[in-house]
Structures are given as C-alpha cells and as structure tokens.
C-alpha cells in the first residue's frame, strides 16, 4: 500500500510508467466531473502543459472541498484533442504533473476527442478519489 488505495500490479507485468493499473481502496467517494486550465476567472491558460497543470490544481481543489488531496485520486480521464501535441510535451507534462500531483500514479485513461465543449481547451481531466473511513 502506497497511501490510503493499494496498487494493483499483476505479478510478471510490466510496472507502467505514470500511471498504475488498477488501484483499490474503501470509503467515501468523490466524483471530480471534468476540469479544464482555466482559472477562477475563466481564463485558459497558454498551452497544453500549462492548461493541464490547472486542470489538474482544479482537481485538487474540488476534492479539497471534501477533504481530500492527490493522495486519494483513485482514476484520472484524459480528454486530449491532439495526441501529436499530448506526446511531444511528455518530458515537461510529466514535471508539471508531479509538481501538483507528487509521486501518485492513479489508474488512468487518455482519449483522443474531435473538441471540447470549451473552445480553446487543449485537455480535460476527470478524477475519482477514494477518501477512506
């Protein structure tokens, strides 16, 4: 057990990069709906790595609401309308991911949508987290 949600990691499987693959834990549990880079004022901020960096901040916010941190994120979605771009920005994507999420690697899933409902969005992200008893 890495925090409050045990890693799933079937033996003889390779350990994935970023992510896990598949994680399990009890207790309450929050629904994040999907979160863009846009600030409290609406705002989108420039660029894929930085729009995903406030996404996920946003994240972090909606389950500071119910008194939880990235510590119990159980599954991210990804919404991406480029993949090209989502790939060229891995190294950066990934220091940005750290620095709000730290060392947590949920279960995750990348998608690549035709748009997003809000023009100018480059990602989307929705969490579930699993704040224990």
Not at 27 to 38: E, K, N, S, T
Not at 95 to 116: D, E, I, K, S, T
Request: glycine share 14%; hydrophobic share 45%; proline share 8%.
């Amino acid at each position: 057990m890495s925090g409050p949600l045990d890693i799933l990691q079937p033996p003889g499987w390779p350990a994935p990069k970023g992510y896990s693959n598949g994680v399990a834990g009890r207790g309450r549990v929050v629904l994040v709906g999907g979160q863009i880079g846009w600030d409290e004022q609406g705002c989108l901020a420039e660029g894929f790595v930085a729009q995903t960096e406030q996404a996920l901040r946003n994240i972090l916010a909606v389950l500071g609401e119910a008194g939880a941190g990235p510590e119990h994120v159980g599954r991210l979605t990804w919404y991406v309308v480029d993949m090209d771009e989502y790939r060229a920005c891995l190294p950066e994507l990934g220091r940005a991911y750290r620095a709000v999420m730290g060392r947590n690697f949920p279960a995750m899933a990348l998608v690549c949508v035709v748009a997003l409902a809000e023009p100018g969005a480059r990602v989307e992200i929705e969490a579930t987290a699993l704040i224990p008893d």
